[in-house]
């Protein structure tokens, strides 16, 4: 019942320049990429559908997604740069949520074969958590985070991928400079 209510109090809308200075609660998770802000404007400029943040009714940050669409051909995707979750708004379905969101842009406004995303081979909560959202993994990136941690790239086919070629695994590892361009 929590859960429920939780949710229905959550106001989702586009992320704006001014939130840069009040995501801390969310940002200071030590498992969230934290990027400068140039970073940050570059996806507010250039994908702006792609950037929402989830907040309380007195504009408390409880979360934001971030991602863009890239690739070419049948490589063309959205793809998930970040999804985090205060702790205290937590298990609550808001991840979840956000997740949708951003397949439902990718699927209908960019007409994407797949999502996908890089998660830290370490984190397993967040492994669990997109396998129950539909994501498998791809392949292995070495060295991705810093070149310290390994990661997953997960994907999740969406409906123009009749076959979902796009999420048969490969069997090598790769590196991150073997990483396509968008």
């Known amino acids: ?34 990027y400068n802000l140039a970073f940050y404007m570059q996806y507010l400029v250039r994908w702006p559908e ?23 051909g049948e490589e063309w995707h959205g793809h998930v740069t970040a999804l985090t979750v205060a702790p205290e708004f937590r298990r609550i379905g808001l991840a979840h949520h956000l997740m949708n969101e951003l397949e439902e842009i990718s ?3 960019h007409n994407g074969y797949f999502v996908d995303l890089f998660v830290r081979e370490s984190n397993i909560l967040a492994i669990n958590m997109y396998r129950k959202f539909g994501y498998s993994v791809y392949r292995t990136v070495i060295g991705y985070y ?28 790769i590196y991150p400079e073997d990483l396509d361009s968008p």
């Open 146 to 173: 810093s070149g310290e941690e390994n990661a997953f790239d997960m994907r999740k086919a969406l409906p123009r991928d009749v076959d979902k070629k796009s999420i048969i695994p490969l069997k090598d590892p």
């Open 107 to 109: 699927e209908k406004n």
């Open 50 to 72: 792609y950037f929402e943040v989830a907040e309380t009714p007195s504009g408390r940050f409880m979360g934001y997604i971030m991602g863009k669409a890239e690739g070419r």
């Open 1 to 34: 019942r929590k859960q429920a209510s939780s949710v229905l109090m959550t106001s989702l809308r586009r992320f704006c320049a001014d939130d840069m200075f009040k995501f801390a609660n969310v940002n200071l998770d030590h498992l969230t990429e934290t």
